[in-house]
Nanobody, 116 residues
Framework: QVQLVESGGGLVQPGGSLRLSCAVS????????MGWYRQAPGKERELVAT???????NYADSVKGRFTISRDNGKNTVYLQMNSLKPEDTAVYYC??????????WGQGTQVTISS
């Protein structure tokens, strides 16, 4: 059974930083990409950043230059370093894994709140 477990969310002031982690357990073959999505209250879930098995990263325009996605294949973990956080970054952040066959897995989500 594949499980994705996020950690690192919390409350931080505007301009602050947080680092999210997503640990993957279980047997997975042919991982295509991993990524982070977020969902704010009353809004649809949106892409934040993805990273392929070849370490190519893609970001939403709203987070470019502020967020950095990375992965450690040896630890089966993907990270999201978030700097210069803004109130509009407040959301539940979800980890996502997509296989080459098209299967997708999601974590349970971690709350990120940016407020003074």
């Amino acid at each position: 059974q594949v499980q994705l477990v996020e950690s690192g969310g919390g409350l931080v002031q505007p301009g602050g930083s947080l680092r999210l982690s997503c640990a993957v357990s279980g047997s997975i073959f042919s991982v295509n990409a991993m990524g982070w999505y977020r969902q704010a209250p009353g809004k649809e879930r949106e892409l934040v950043a993805t990273i392929t098995s070849g370490f190519m990263a893609n970001y939403a325009d709203s987070v470019k230059g502020r967020f950095t996605i990375s992965r450690d294949n040896g630890k089966n973990t993907v990270y999201l370093q978030m700097n210069s956080l803004k109130p509009e970054d407040t959301a539940v952040y979800y980890c996502n894994l997509r296989t080459n066959s098209g299967s997708q897995y999601w974590g349970q989500g971690t709350q990120v709140t940016i407020s003074s």
